[in-house]
């Protein structure tokens, strides 16, 4: 039987203790509760889908979508646009290359040997006597 005298400053250090006791066993139950899992380990098991963050956040997680599309289409724009710059630079270089052989047979058939045996032909010859040029001097009009 417990008929033990207790007294009074005893029994309320008996009653702190457990009431101590009571508060860590909460406390640790609380913390369990409380204790989630990483970041990660949510990602990887897709536990973040089904919490209230996903729900809060729906505007951030689009908009982090919207970036993440807009990176992908530049980067294919600029890989279009790349290839369209080779492909124009190509056609340049080629018209070039025309234009500078056209140039030379223009050069080549308008050369002076070139025109007169072609225009021998027609009796046509080159003159020996240099040419001459004339200039009239106009009369200076005076002002009356």
Known sequence: ME?????RSQLEA???AEKATQKRKKAKIKAQKNKRP???VQILNGDFLTKEFM???????????????LIVGKGYYGKRLS???????KE?????????????????KTRRS???EKLEETG?????????????????????
């Open 124 to 144: 046509l010859k080159e003159t020996v006597n240099p040419t001459k040029v004339i200039k009239i001097k106009k009369p200076e009009e005076t002002i009356e």
């Open 14 to 16: 008996k009653e702190a």
């Open 114 to 116: 070139e025109l007169v």
């Open 55 to 69: 729900t809060k956040n729906l505007n951030f997680i689009f908009f982090i979508m919207l970036l993440l599309l």
């Open 92 to 108: 340049v270089d080629e018209l070039t290359s025309d234009y500078f052989e056209a140039k030379a047979r223009l050069e080549e």
């Open 83 to 89: 290839s369209d710059v080779l492909k124009t630079q």
């Open 38 to 40: 990483s970041s990660f």
């Open 3 to 7: 008929n033990d005298f207790l007294d």
